[in-house]
T-cell receptor, first 113, second 115 residues
Framework: DAKTTQPNSMESNEEEPVHLPCNHS???????IHWYRQLPSQGPEYVIH???SNVNNRMASLAIAEDRKSSTLILHRATLRDAAVYYC??????????????FGTGTSLTVIP | EPEVTQTPSHQVTQMGQEVILRCVPI?????FYWYRQILGQKVEFLVS????????KSEIFDDQFSVERPDGSNFTLKIRSTKLEDSAMYFC?????????????FGEGSRLTVL
């Protein structure tokens, strides 16, 4: 699986936007970029995914660079509940069933009241 | 909203004992997974399961581990003879498709403590 690189930690003030970067310079043409987050003492939770175009949903926005070698997860207004570890994951299109993906170390986001 | 449920939430066992962790995936999902997370470390893939067979497993998933979907609703992870290093949080996940576009839904986890 293609590797992703994220900062170990970031801080944000409550109610301000947060931009979480991810580098994936070895991404292949069929890899989708997924973001998950893990709140303290909980299982990972899907946030958003995309291929080439920017994506928006109720939780966040995903901005994908034109060359797809990097992406940014945008939380428009951070709340205390957004404090979590955020994982940027590339999900490859492989033969057969499963297409499981692999978590890296992620970015630990601290939200300051 | 449908969710993946896992039992037990916490199990304490003695080294060498067998442990079964249970998961009820979301009802119309076809792809099932187990991951584990040792305290303070990253989430690690163990095994994926589709069409009543293992589709992929990691190096961690050795002969001491097995998975089963005994009755069409539960998905279980068995550790035959637990070791101290098996102490971790175990997460079950399910997905409706196995493509690279699909999202996975994770349970809250089962914490296993091996003494």
């Amino acid at each position: 699986d293609a590797k992703t690189t994220q900062p170990n930690s970031m801080e944000s003030n409550e109610e301000e936007p947060v931009h979480l970067p991810c580098n994936h310079s070895t991404i292949s043409g069929t890899d989708y970029i997924h973001w998950y987050r893990q709140l303290p003492s909980q299982g990972p939770e899907y946030v958003i995914h995309g291929l080439t175009s920017n994506v928006n949903n109720r939780m966040a926005s995903l901005a994908i660079a034109e060359d797809r070698k990097s992406s940014t997860l945008i939380l428009h207004r951070a709340t205390l509940r957004d404090a979590a570890v955020y994982y940027c994951i590339l999900r490859s299109l492989t033969e057969g069933a499963g297409n499981q993906f692999y978590f890296g170390t992620g970015t630990s986001l601290t939200v300051i009241p | 909203e449908p969710e993946v449920t896992q039992t037990p939430s916490h199990q304490v066992t003695q080294m060498g004992q067998e442990v079964i962790l249970r998961c009820v995936p979301i009802s119309n999902h076809l792809y099932f997974y187990w991951y584990r997370q040792i305290l303070g470390q990253k989430v690690e893939f163990l095994v994926s399961f589709y069409n009543n067979e293992i589709s992929e497993k990691s190096e961690i998933f050795d002969d001491q581990f097995s998975v089963e979907r005994p009755d069409g609703s539960n998905f279980t992870l068995k550790i035959r003879s637990t070791k101290l290093e098996d102490s971790a949080m175990y997460f079950c996940a399910s997905g409706s498709n196995g493509k690279n576009t699909g999202e996975l839904f994770f349970g809250e986890g089962s914490r296993l403590t091996v003494l």
